[in-house]
Every structure is written in C-alpha cells, then in structure tokens.
C-alpha cells in the first residue's frame, strides 16, 4: 500500500514529521517497507535562467552558458552539451558537489576541453524524472518568477511516498483514511472528518437495470449491487493533482473517469468500476459464470469463465470478472457520454479463488480478498459521483440497488481488565475506551465492562482478545512490562532430552575423528532411493519440488555419496563426511528412523589422509569404516566387544568387504564397508569409498550411572600375555575365537587381540587357515603362578575349542 504524506494530510490533520510518521507506522503493526523522500535526492537542484549561451572554443557540440541561479547574485559559468540550451531558458541547475542521481556521479570542479564547469544544467534522466536525455529541462516561462527556489519545491514533486506492508486481516488500510484513522488513534495527529457529500441524488431513474442473479445457497457471491448512471459526460484527462498522486503511488493515470474510480480505490480502500453505458446490452447483473464464457479483460488478455466464479454481465454476455478485472468491450474511453457507475460487495473467498484460477493479482482483488467495508457501497458510489460530476460534469440519475447489506454488526462484552490480564500492560480506563472509539468501535457501558460494536471495515476484530490486541498495538508494545519468569529452583534443569544428547555427543565424536558435518537433502531422485531402499517401502511425494527431489531418502548414504562426488569434482579428493538426521522406511510413523552416517573417499582415513613424505598414505579400507562405527556406538554406551559382527550388510555394500553390528539376532545396530562398486557406478561415485550407518533409535537406553562414583581399580601387579595359535576352517570368524578366549576366566583375561593370520601351505589343502591371538592377563590381588597360568591357558584352549571347533597348532 502506497501513500504520499500530502495524501494523508488530506485526512489526518498532523505536523509529524516524515521519520515520526514512518516509526510510528512500524510501531503499531503497520510495516513501512520504503520511505522515498524527493527532498534527499533533489533537494539540491534549483530553478535557473540561462542569461547568456555561446559555442565552447574548443568544442563544436559544447555550450558556455552564463547561469542566474539567485537574482542579484553572480552568475555561474557552466559547460553545457544539451542541443536545446539557449539564452532566456528556465531550466534547472545542479551546484558543484550534487549527486546526480541518474548519471551517479557527483559534480566536481574540473576543466571540460580546457574551461571549468562551476555546476550542471539538468535533463530529466538525470534527475530520475523521466528516460529523455536529449536536452536540459525547459521548463515553462511563468516559472521565471521562481528562480533560485528548490525545484522540487516549484515543480511540486516535494511529496514524500511511504510504502506500507498490510497483514492480510487489515482492509481497513488499503485506503489512506484507514491508515489515518490509524495514526490518530495512536496519537500522531486528529482525523479530520468526511466532508459531506450532496446533490449526487438526480431527478431521474436509472434507466440500466440492475439485478443479481443467483441461487439461494450461492447468493453470498455478491449479497448487494449499487449502480447510478449519469449522463452527458465530458470524459478526457483527469486533472493534475490526481495525475500525480496516482503516478507517486505507482497507477497510470488512464482517463477522468477510470482515474475517479483508482483514486477512491485508494483514498478509501472501496473498488468501483465504470462502464459505457451505451455499449450495455439490456441488464446488467452479477451471477455465476457458465463454461465456455469468454470475455476480453481491460489488460488486453482473453479470459475463460467457469462456474465457481462471480461474473458482472449483461444480455451479451460476461463484462467482467467481480471483484477482479473489468472487461475491454464496456470500457470508457474519452468518447464516452454515458457513464454507469459500479458500487458492489463480492464475498473474499470466492474473489480469491477467482483471482487465483485467471493468475490475475489487481487493485481490486487485492482489496475485495482481504474483505471491503460492506457499508461503504452507497457512499463509495455517492463520492465517485460527486467527483465526476465535478471534473467531468453531466446528469446524475437515482441509485439503483440490488440486494441489501450485508449485516456484519457484532457485540463484545469486554471486560477492560482484559487488558492487564493477557498483556500485563496496565492502562487508565480513559486511555482504552479512547483508543476504540478513535478506531470506530461504538462502546456502551460503565464503570470497567463494556459492550463494544466494532466497526464494519474491521472483519478481523470477534472477541474480546482481538480488542487488546488492538489496544495494546496502539498504546505501544514497548510499554509492556519486562517480567522475568519465576525461577523455581537455584540450579536451572536439564533441557535436553535423551536423544538430544545421544546426537550431540555423535557428532563431537564424529567431527573429533575427523569427519566434516554435511547437511543433505531429505529427498532423492526414484533411482537413488531404490538402489539403498532394498526391504523399504519408498516414500513417493505427490507434489514434488523437482523430479530430482521426488522420493523421501530410505538412507542417509546417497546424499552423502553424491556430496563427496561434487567434492571431488572441484579438487577435494580426498574426504569424509558424516550427517546425523532422519530417513523413512515406509509411510507410517514407525518408519521414520534416526540415524548417523558417513562416509570417506580417497585416503581420508581416521588418522588422516592426503600425501605425505614418509611414503604414499594407504586408500580407505572396510575397517576405517568399521572403526567409525564401533566408535559411534560406544558412545552411545554400548559395549562394542559385546556387539557381533555378521556378513550380512545390504546389497549396497560390497559383499565380501562389509558387515553388520548386532546386539543378539534381532536387533540390528549398524552397517558398514566399502560401497558396492555398482552402487557406485549408479550413483557415477568413483572409488574407492567406505562408509557406515548407526541406527540411533536401536540403541538400548543408556544406563543411568550412579552418582557415588566407583573405587579405583588398578593393580601394581604386572600383566602375563600368552600366545596362541588355532587351526580353524577357513569359514570361522575370528571374532568368535576372540569372544570365545575372553570368556575363559572374566576376572583375569583382561584383552584378547589377533596378531596373525595364515592362510595356504599344507593348510590349504584341507581347507583350514591358522588364527594367532594374544591374551592378556591381568592379576589384581596376588602374582600369577605358573601352575595358575597352564590352567587358565588350558581353559582358553577348550572354550576356543568348544566354540570354533579350533586345534592348537602344532
């Protein structure tokens, strides 16, 4: 919503100065989004007579001209390169030092072919006014008068434009009068009252009939329809002030008669429309479309009718779209005699609605959508007659009406406590009542509790919540109270939650293991999604943003995945990545799952990557993955020596490089490995990459510890290792044997770890391969005898046995 502030003086009698009227706007709900000042662009140029004109001696194209820029003042010798420059000329003059807004430069002095230039004589592209360069402002003889005055003081351009951003629920102040009355209320100046408008009502019968056309369950489309005709028009340009302040606003002035029509769209936030009555076939009325219609609107495009939407027609069919554009074949023109004035209602909803199907945004749409005052039908069409009838003269017939008012009239018991209560802003009574009855609510009533009637431009305003809204929007929200919340304990307590934490501490393990947060799409691409979606069913939106974005991620991988490509692509080879965040299974709430993933290209390993002088760093492998993983569940307080490990990792990972996390048979904790070279090529990601994914929800709830804290348990005794070598099938994972050896004696195996694998030999032949573990053994109380030490060492023998079907190697 635009308005210049010689606009609102119309309605608001003030001496507030531009910066009070803007911060008071913001203040109370009103955004000023822009203020354009003229007077700080082109404050500085003045009205000048050219006294004298010669050819420059050293240019032909050139002009030394002698400038009067104050009378009785020393004449400024200024270098001119405008065509039209000649003596006796009224133009305008820029001194040295101006900004020149349309050239942007400022004026310095220095020599122009060998004579210096003690100012500027301005075109109108220069100073922004219009896009003619081709000579200096000749601006008319009577203006000699005003020599040495501001030009936009003389001209009449020193009207500040204030730019304001409406919420949606404020009608009211898509006209200048509601924003007055606005600005009144909270005390920037007194709203003038309206001028009283007389000798609209002719002496005649409308002869255009007027009707609305609709059915019982759909008459609400437009519930009243005003109209008068006058007659004997003289249509042509609209006069100057009108002209300009429908041009400060951003409208193009168009004729007399549609110009009336904008102005009080404006001034009063009311929509009218004109037609040429002669071209009316018959009727005019407001009904529903029928399929198939057509009409040509007033911006030249042809627009089809369906019927869910609120035409105006006649005998010929639709005129216009209610409520939105008017159509080209009724138009005015400057030909026009006859002159039907449009006053209607049309229901917000159903304009919008409209508006949204033709892709038309309008004046008239943008008012009609937001709710127009229904009780200024007849006055708006009172007021657009008596300014016709004055600029543009002829006869006014009656008003015709069709239809009746909407009764919009609402009471609110409003106890002004209220106020206090839901605010804490505590107001004199005289303060409240004041501030409603400036914004046009009528108040009944004594003591502290009124009946309150909003007024009919306000549909937002229902209870008595709306009303101190309004009262402490206007009061000011800075006056309220700046109240600590009550702190019910010294120690504030604890606002995460479990998983808050659990996710917090993942990603300052991750980021410590040199790993780099990335933040990837929630959404991938069908064949993406369906190469990690394997036992998922695929989460397919309906409305996607991009056919590239059209399936929820079934995995935190391929975002990932395609992250460290892009790296790569722009020289980042070697890299790891990690994201925590949600992928989806399926489409019910049990589906979504959390979880952490990354990834690591190249020779980003855990202790680094890149090249190095010591000799070439080795390509990421399956256990720098399997490292990451273990890691990440260990700080979910997991004992990750007492997690299994199975081959049974997604057809996404390669199948003899990968593995699986298990706490039991059913609860899987995470997957990991080097990528499947076919998931890679789909995914056009270049090898090598490992990577691994952490379900967090699978995790068991981390016990709570004890707030006595444990005795120290450290022995001065020094530790026994022992070494042993097993003969195994080839098929037997060393895990187990390592499982198996830790649970020969608990309270003295203290580790267990495997130093060597054979392979191939005699032991080829029989299909056996030779695991060497060294165990570790950890005395507490007393040192360990050598009869002690065979036990235990036969004890680890037979459980490995047990376990793996294991020999002692010979």
């Known amino acids: ?195 009283t408008i007389s000798g609209v009502e002719g002496g005649f019968d409308n002869p255009v009939e007027i009707k609305l056309d609709f059915a019982k369950d759909n008459a609400d489309a437009c519930p009243v329809f005003a109209g008068r005709l006058i007659k004997g028009v003289t249509n042509g340009p609209s006069p100057d002030w009108m002209q300009t302040r429908l041009k400060a606003v951003g409208l193009r002035p168009i004729n007399a008669l549609v110009d009336v029509t904008n102005y009080i769209s404006q001034d009063r936030g009311r929509p009218l429309h004109v037609y040429d009555a002669d071209k009316l076939k018959g009727a005019v009325r407001a009904r529903l479309g029928k399929d198939g219609e057509k009409f040509l609107g007033l911006d030249g495009k042809e627009y089809g009718v369906d019927g869910t939407m609120c035409v105006i027609a006649d005998d010929s069919g639709p005129l216009g779209l209610g409520g939105v554009i008017g159509g080209e074949a009724s138009g005015s023109t400057d030909a026009t005699k006859n002159v039907l004035i449009e006053s209607a209602y049309f229901d917000p909803l159903r304009t919008a609605s409209t508006g949204r199907k033709t892709g038309l945004v309008t004046d008239a749409r943008y008012r009609f959508e937001r709710g127009v005052d229904p009780e200024s039908v007849l006055p708006g069409l009172d007021l657009a007659t008596q300014m016709i009838l004055k600029i543009c003269g002829g006869k006014p017939s009656k008003a015709t009406l069709a239809g009746k008012v909407p009764d919009t009239k609402r009471c609110i018991v409003f106890d002004l406590d209220r106020v206090e209560k839901l605010s804490g802003l505590a107001l004199p009574v005289d303060e409240i009542t004041t501030i409603l009855e400036t914004l046009g609510c009528v108040l009944v009533g004594e003591g502290k509790v009124f009946e309150v009637t909003p007024p009919s431009w306000r549909p937002d305003i229902h209870g008595s919540a709306d009303l101190v809204e309004e009262v402490v929007r206007i009061a000011g929200i800075e006056r309220i109270p700046a109240t600590p919340l009550p702190r019910t304990s010294g120690i504030a307590r604890a606002v995460l939650t479990d998983r808050q934490k659990r996710a917090r501490k993942v990603r300052r393990l991750l980021a410590a293991r040199g790993l780099v947060e990335a933040v990837t799409w929630s959404f991938l691409p069908k064949a993406q999604a369906e190469a990690f979606g394997a036992g998922a069913t695929l989460v397919e939106l309906a409305n996607p ?87 990440v569940i260990a700080a979910l307080g997991i004992d990750a020596s007492k997690a299994q490990i199975t081959p049974d990792a997604p057809a996404w990972f390669h199948p003899g490089r990968s593995g699986t996390l298990r706490l039991g048979p059913k609860t899987v904790l995470a997957h990991f490995g080097e990528i499947n070279p076919r998931t890679l090529a789909a995914l056009d990601v270049a090898a090598p990459v490992v990577a691994f994914q952490v379900f967090l929800d699978a995790a068991p709830a981390e016990k709570k510890k004890s707030r006595a804290k444990a005795p120290l348990a450290q022995s001065d005794l020094l530790p026994v290792r022992r070494d042993f070598a097993f003969v195994l099938d080839r098929g037997v994972n060393a895990g187990d044997v390592v499982r198996a050896a830790l649970g020969a004696d608990k309270a003295l195996i203290s580790g267990v770890a495997v130093f060597d694998v054979f392979e191939g030999g005699a032991l080829a032949a029989e299909g056996k391969k030779s695991v060497a573990i060294e165990v570790t053994l950890q005395p507490a109380a007393e040192t360990l005898t050598d009869k002690d030490i065979e036990a235990i060492a036969q004890k680890v023998i037979a459980d490995v046995k047990k376990a793996t079907g294991g020999e002692i190697r010979s």
């Open 545 to 631: 943003i991009s056919v590239d974005l059209a399936v929820m991620r079934p995995s935190l991988l391929p975002g990932l995945l395609t992250a460290v490509e892009r790296n790569r692509n722009r020289g980042i080879a070697d890299v790891g990545l990690f994201e925590l965040g949600q992928a989806y299974r399926g489409e019910a709430p049990d589906d979504q799952f959390v979880a952490a993933a990354g990834v690591r290209a190249g020779t980003a390993g855990v202790s680094g990557g890149g090249r190095h002088w010591d000799g070439r760093a080795a390509d990421v492998s399956v256990f720098d993955a399997k490292s990451d993983a273990l890691a």
């Open 1 to 195: 919503m635009k308005f210049t502030l010689s606009w609102l003086k119309d309605h608001l009698r003030t001496k507030a100065s531009v910066e009070e009227i803007a911060t008071k706007l913001s203040a109370i709900g009103l955004e000023v989004e822009s203020v354009e000042d003229p007077a700080a662009k082109l404050g500085a140029f003045r009205v000048a007579r050219i006294v004298e004109a010669k050819r420059h001696p050293n240019a032909d194209k050139l002009q030394i001209v002698q400038v009067e820029v104050e009378k009785g003042q020393p004449l400024f010798e200024v270098v001119c390169g405008a065509p039209n420059a000649r003596a006796g000329m009224i133009s305008v003059f820029a001194p040295l030092g101006t900004y020149i807004p349309g050239s942007k430069i400022t004026l310095e002095k220095k020599p122009v072919r060998g004579v210096v230039s003690n100012g500027m004589m301005c075109s109108a592209a220069e100073l922004e006014l219009a896009s003619d360069a081709e000579g200096i402002l000749d601006l008319p003889a009577e203006m000699a008068e005003q020599v040495g005055a501001r030009y936009i003081d003389a001209a009449g351009l020193n009207d500040p434009v204030f730019e304001v951003k409406l919420t949606p629920n404020r009608p009211d102040c898509t006209g200048v009068r509601g924003i007055a009355r606005d600005l009144a209320a909270a005390g920037v100046g007194e709203l003038k009252d309206e001028k």
